[in-house]
């Protein structure tokens, strides 16, 4: 069997103004249906170990979560290793009920933007109003980032993660080091 491999295999890069840095082998599952279910709640808890957020909102502890994608779409997140389990155990428990749980980690990529900066950096690249009273912990949104679509939350104080396509993840990579540039802070939340 092979070995998994992340999609830029742990690419770091500190040089500048924030630290980029791809969070290696995430465990994702697209959970669709209807989120105000019980079933499907509790599917998604189970499985995260974190509260369902409510809309546009994410949940996140380290690498556990429940990401709210639309009103029929959650992302919930958990250590790669357990997927597979966590998929059997919502098919078990949304069995009869309209639902679908699908493996995206490998279809994904997942980056952490973080220092005192990582605000305007992604402001430079995203049209989400991140000031510091607009957008808070928990918040999410599915974006776009320059060309290709994005979703963000804010991690932890003055940490970001973003989610891209694995086969956009160079080209993300590559837009967070050039916003990231040492003397590139624009000053809008300084």
């Known amino acids: 069997m092979s070995k998994a491999l992340s999609a830029l295999n742990g690419a770091k ?7 980029i840095e791809e969070v290696a082998l995430q465990g994702m599952i697209t ?23 409510g809309p546009g909102q994410a949940n996140c502890a380290d690498n556990r979560g429940i990401c709210w994608m639309s009103p ?3 992302l919930v997140l ?23 749980c699908v493996d995206v980690s490998d279809a994904r990529a997942v980056f952490e933007v973080s220092g005192p900066y990582a605000r305007g ?5 995203v049209p989400v109003d991140l000031a510091p ?23 932890d104080t003055d940490s970001f993660r973003v989610i891209c396509f694995r086969s ?23």
Not at 121 to 125: E, F
Not at 168 to 190: E, H, K, N, W
Request: include cysteine; glycine fraction near 6%; proline fraction near 5%.
């Open 78 to 100: 958990c250590p790669y290793d357990d997927v597979a389990e966590n998929i059997d155990m919502m098919h078990k428990a949304l069995s009869g009920l309209h639902s679908l």
């Open 121 to 125: 950096v992604l402001a430079k690249l």
């Open 133 to 155: 009273d607009r957008f808070t912990k928990g918040m999410f949104r599915r974006t776009r980032m320059a060309q290709v679509p994005a979703a963000l939350w804010l991690h």
């Open 72 to 74: 029929d779409e959650a």
């Open 168 to 190: 956009q993840a160079q080209y993300v990579f590559d837009l967070l080091t050039v916003a990231a540039q040492p003397g590139s802070d624009v000053g809008a939340f300084r």
């Open 31 to 53: 959970l669709r249906g209807n989120l105000d279910d019980p079933k499907i709640k509790t599917a998604a808890t189970s499985a995260a170990n974190v509260d369902m957020p």
């Open 13 to 19: 890069w500190s040089d500048g103004i924030a630290m």
